[in-house]
């Protein structure tokens, strides 16, 4: 039989390379087929989320950036500065973090889905027309993010406009200039050529780009013993693959940005440059357990003693 396996980027972008590696690795080790749908084939999204929780796709990735409505929980990916800038500390969360692995599984579970994993997909910089050196910059400045209520409130704490929007209106708006900025990992900034309609690309330290691949609770409750093995294991090395995949990606990508387009600014902003946008983020994880409660604030709580135990 074939599982369709639906994600948010193309073949050659991370989450692409995740999947393909999934693929590979169920195919060797089972008779199941796995049928992959990059972005654009089945809608934005929400539409494939949709899809995954009506059992019509067995397995999706979606980012925690577009899963706050569902999970309000998930946003917690979106408290500025939680994340450690070290790759290593932050590959070793993610591996063995008891929120991600432990506490999430069970929220995801709620809505039909069940969590096979989390990965970091690279430091996120903002692309904009002006430079950014202080959140003053920000200022008036319409700004894309994902459709994700706190991610909404930290551009807010940044000063700039925030603008929700799916992914497919993000360069035509960037065009028109119906917005003026948007934030992205430096893979996506480079293969999406989010270049050719921005001038300057900062780095301010605020977050990782951080995915989500889950399956259709009610296909994976129902696999033998054996498939579920093989799933999990496929899981389990398409991470490891994806961690290494990525080890020295986000300054190659802005290198070849900056071979693309010589004149593109980028600023990779100082430690004493970045405190200003810390103390105007520092209410967003007050606004994060306001919009989630008791069990927003354990999840946030457990986070923050996972991300202890990797310093
Ligand atoms: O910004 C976005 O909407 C997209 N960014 C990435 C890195 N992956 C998929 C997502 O749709």
């Known amino acids: 039989d074939t599982w369709r396996y639906a994600f948010e980027e193309a073949l050659d972008e991370v989450q692409g390379k995740y999947a393909q ?16 749908f990059p972005y654009g084939t089945l809608g934005e999204s929400v539409d494939t989320m949709e899809q995954a929780q009506a059992g ?7 980012s925690p950036g577009f899963t706050g409505a569902l999970i309000p929980e998930a946003q917690v990916f979106f408290v500025p500065y939680l994340l450690p800038q070290d790759g290593e500390q932050l590959n070793e969360f993610f591996r063995t973090s008891k929120a991600i692995n ?18 970091p997909e690279g430091e996120v910089c903002m692309t904009t027309q002006e430079p950014v050196k202080t959140p003053e910059d920000l200022n ?3 700004f894309r993010v994902m459709t994700n209520p706190l991610l909404v409130e930290s551009y807010k704490a940044f000063g700039a406009t925030p603008t ?44 990782n780009f951080t995915t989500a691949v889950m399956a259709n609770k009610d296909f994976y409750d129902g696999l033998s013993d054996q498939d579920k093995k093989v799933v999990e294991n496929a899981s389990d090395a398409a991470f490891e693959y994806i961690l290494e995949y990525q080890s020295g990606l986000q300054e190659k990508s802005l290198e070849n940005i900056a071979a693309a387009k010589p004149d593109m600014q980028i600023n990779i902003l100082s430690e004493e440059e970045r405190q200003p946008f810390k103390d105007k983020a520092a209410s967003v994880e007050a606004t994060f357990i306001e919009m989630t409660g008791d069990s927003g604030k354990e999840i946030l709580e457990q986070f923050k003693a996972d991300l202890e135990a990797v310093k």
């Open 56 to 62: 019509i796709l067995q397995f999706v990735d979606q």
């Open 164 to 207: 929700p929007l799916p992914w497919g209106e993000v360069y035509g708006a960037m065009q028109t200039g119906i917005i003026q900025g948007q934030e992205n990992p430096g893979f996506y900034l480079e293969s999406t050529k989010m270049y050719e309609v921005t001038e300057v690309i900062t780095c301010i330290g605020h977050n």
């Open 21 to 36: 590696k999934f693929k590979e690795e169920v195919e060797a080790n089972s008779d199941h087929e796995v049928q992959l």
């Open 102 to 119: 432990e506490m999430f599984p069970k929220l995801y579970a709620d809505q039909g889905l069940e969590l096979l994993t989390m990965f």
């Open 140 to 142: 008036e400045v319409k």
